[in-house]
Nanobody
Framework: QVQLVESGGGLVQSGVSLTLSCTAS????????MGWYRHAPGKERELVAS???????NYADSVKGRFTIVRDNAMNTLYLQMSSLKTEDTAVYYC??????????????WGQGTQVTVSS
């Protein structure tokens, strides 16, 4: 099984910075990709940023230049460094990981989410 635990959310003012963390645990053969999604009330869940095991990254247009995804492979930890936060960034942020168990079955794991609230 794979477990993901997010932390670092909170209530902040617009324009400030905040870093989210996600730690993966459990038994798995590989963790090929990790990413951050967010879900705001009344809006669809969207991909914020992702990073695969090869180092490739992907960012939503709305966060490019402001957010940076960092993966610590040795520690199985994923970070989302957020700067110049806007009220529009307010959402529950979820960590996601995909990969394979030792029997080559695929997993798609999600964390419980961490709330980020940006006030004006």
């Amino acid at each position: 099984q794979v477990q993901l635990v997010e932390s670092g959310g909170g209530l902040v003012q617009s324009g400030v910075s905040l870093t989210l963390s996600c730690t993966a645990s459990g038994s798995f053969f590989s963790m090929n990709g990790m990413g951050w999604y967010r879900h705001a009330p009344g809006k669809e869940r969207e991909l914020v940023a992702s990073k695969n095991s090869g180092g490739g990254t992907n960012y939503a247009d709305s966060v490019k230049g402001r957010f940076t995804i960092v993966r610590d492979n040795a520690m199985n930890t994923l970070y989302l460094q957020m700067s110049s936060l806007k009220t529009e960034d307010t959402a529950v942020y979820y960590c996601n990981a995909v990969g394979y168990y030792s029997d080559y079955s695929r997993y798609d794991a999600w964390g419980q989410g961490t709330q980020v609230t940006v006030s004006s």
